[in-house]
């Protein structure tokens, strides 16, 4: 029933819009007099309107005139063959002050508007447009805007109506609005109950903004009436108009209408600046966010294989360190190994020499028919005397070269006596003094094997440089000193180390013996024995006749 009426409600506003004219009217002729046709010559006629008035009209920003004033004046002008110089103000207001000065010669506005009315006569009113009441959708049809006067009524600023608004109903309260906008917005929220608005403004504002939920529930009697204001000087012109906007038939005015409620609507030029403004930064944000997250996932990924690398890296460094080590033991071992075999063939010489005399003895009395059970048994107590001899050697070197587990106790003093028995043979050859006076005993706790290889490694290498510097008098001195800790000294009469090298002897692989087969780890791996794994000092340095070794040992484990 209510949904009837409001139909037919709409249907009789949009047939008042016409209502200064028959809808089926023909259209009247314009007969222009001779003096107006020559007064529209050489002439320029100024026109202003409202900038912002959409349907009715606005300038775009092109500064093309368009809305339903527009398309009226754009007849006129057809009709009168030529163009109004059209000029453009800022807002309203703006083209009101422009009024006071009559600036232009026709201004577009409502025939109510009284600032218009003082330089400027209004033409015959051309449109009529009802002032509607917008509700929401809950509302039921309103036949009298004072029922809802407590209610939160609205209506828009400057849209020229507003002397009529507030005559008619002189117990409302209105609120005024910024905008239409903020209206009908307003009443979409529950902001405000009611809003007025022209039926042409109001509807088309609905539609351009997709707002849902209002209606059009009511008509106020009120009519707002479109005219063009002639500047009061300029009676000619008021005339011309006046006939010319007469002559636009209804018909015209109603496709005019139509066009601006239905068709136009996507032609309509909404600034969309801001829009635009507020789409871009958001895109732009959005945009920076993403790159930046994509930097920071790029950049969490980079570091996260840099650790992984370093972490890998560190282990494959490690790792190699640690087969390097392994590998330096192993030449290490190998050398000592060479060295080892080389102190057997010198221990074994003797033994091999007194059992080839054996033999050959053997054979010789048993040629001459000596060989009598006394001699066989002699002979055979010696052989066996010798070779235990032999294997006894053999039984030293490997115990003395067996990797040992476990610290123990030993004396200092049986280690470097061990040593020097093992290595004897050979520094007798090469007639090398060893002079090792010192006899008290110190025990120590700690890996006696290990020990002994450090200092063998020492004399050794004292053996070779003095054998090589061809010295006279050879010589090794051992001396064991008790007093922070325990002194063990090494030296020799070999002239000393070169000082431009005397810094590098503990480093691996340094050797200048790389013509006789010097590998170079001898003092490397004595240096590790003694330093991690004796907890003990080694260092180097050069007297007047040659090197010295000093091994401090720490005396925390020194057991007298
Ligand atoms: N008593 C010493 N007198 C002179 N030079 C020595 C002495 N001991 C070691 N050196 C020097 O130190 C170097 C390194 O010794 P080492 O690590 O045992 O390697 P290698 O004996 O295989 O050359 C030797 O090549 C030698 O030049
Ligand atoms: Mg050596």
Redesign the pocket.
């Given at each position: 029933m209510i949904n009837k009426m409001q139909m037919i409600f709409k249907f009789l506003i949009i047939i008042s819009i016409f209502a200064t004219n028959s809808l089926f009217a023909n259209e009247p002729k314009l007969n222009l007099t001779p003096q107006e046709k020559e007064y529209l010559k050489n002439t320029t006629i100024t026109y202003a309107g409202d900038p912002n008035w959409l349907p009715f009209e606005a300038f775009d920003k092109q500064g093309k005139y368009i809305g339903i004033i527009s398309e009226h004046i754009e007849i006129i002008e057809k009709k009168l063959d030529l163009k109004f110089k059209k000029i453009i103000t800022k807002n309203w207001s703006d083209t009101l002050e422009l009024s006071k000065k009559t600036e232009a010669d026709i201004i577009s506005g409502d025939a109510a508007d009284v600032t218009l009315a003082k330089n400027y006569k209004p033409i015959d009113i051309y449109m009529q447009n009802p002032l509607v009441i917008i509700t929401r959708d809950n509302y039921s049809f309103v036949s009298d805007l004072n029922h809802l006067k407590d209610k939160k009524i609205a209506y828009g600023n400057g849209g020229g109506y507003s002397t009529d608004i507030v005559k008619k109903y002189p117990n409302i309260e209105f609120i005024i609005t910024d905008t239409i906008y903020t209206g009908l917005l307003g009443v979409k929220s529950g902001k405000y109950d009611v809003f007025i608005g022209t039926l042409a403004m109001t509807d088309y504002s609905i539609v351009q903004m997709g707002i849902e939920n209002i209606k059009i529930a009511g008509d106020t009697g009120i009519t707002m009436n479109l005219t063009l204001f002639v500047n009061k000087n300029k009676p000619q012109l008021y005339t011309i108009l006046n006939k010319t906007m007469k002559s636009i038939s209804d018909i015209q005015k109603h496709n005019i209408i139509s066009k601006w409620r239905y068709n136009k609507i996507e032609k309509v030029i909404i600034d969309y600046t801001l829009v635009w403004q507020i789409l871009g930064i958001s895109f732009i944000i959005v945009f920076i966010v993403l790159i930046a997250y994509q930097k920071q996932k790029k950049l969490h990924k980079k570091i996260k294989v840099l650790n992984d690398n370093l972490e890998n890296k560190i282990k494959e460094e490690v790792e190699k360190n640690k087969q390097q080590q392994l590998l330096m033991l192993h030449q290490s071992r190998l050398?000592q190994m060479g060295e080892m075999i080389n102190m057997i063939a010198h221990q074994w010489r003797q033994p091999l020499n007194v059992l080839s005399m054996i033999n050959q003895t053997i054979i010789l009395q048993y040629n001459r028919k000596k060989l009598d059970d006394e001699k066989v048994k002699y002979f055979k107590e010696n052989t066996k005397k010798q070779i235990q001899n032999m294997s006894k050697t053999i039984d030293d070197f490997r115990n003395f070269f067996k990797p040992e587990k476990e610290k123990i106790e030993f004396y200092i003093n049986d280690v470097i006596s061990d040593t020097l028995e093992l290595v004897k043979p050979i520094l007798t050859k090469a007639s090398i003094e060893i002079i090792f006076k010192n006899k008290q005993q110190f025990k120590i706790i700690g890996f006696p094997n290990e020990l002994g290889q450090a200092i063998l490694?020492?004399i050794?290498?004292?053996k070779?440089?003095l054998v090589e510097n061809k010295i006279e008098n050879k010589q090794i001195k051992i001396k064991l000193v008790e007093d922070e800790n325990i002194t063990l000294t090494i030296s020799?009469n070999?002239k000393?180390?070169p000082e431009n090298?005397i810094d590098k002897?503990?480093d691996p692989y340094?050797?200048?013996?790389e013509n006789k087969n010097?590998?170079?780890?001898?003092?490397?791996m004595t240096k590790i024995i003694i330093e991690e794994h004796t907890n003990s000092k080694i260092s180097v340095s050069n007297n007047k006749n040659?090197?010295n070794f000093i091994i401090t040992l720490n005396k925390l484990k020194i057991v007298k």
């Open positions: 050398a490694n020492i050794n290498n004292a070779d440089a020799d070999a000393g180390i090298i002897v503990f340094f050797s200048t013996k010097g590998t170079g780890l001898g003092l490397y040659g090197a």
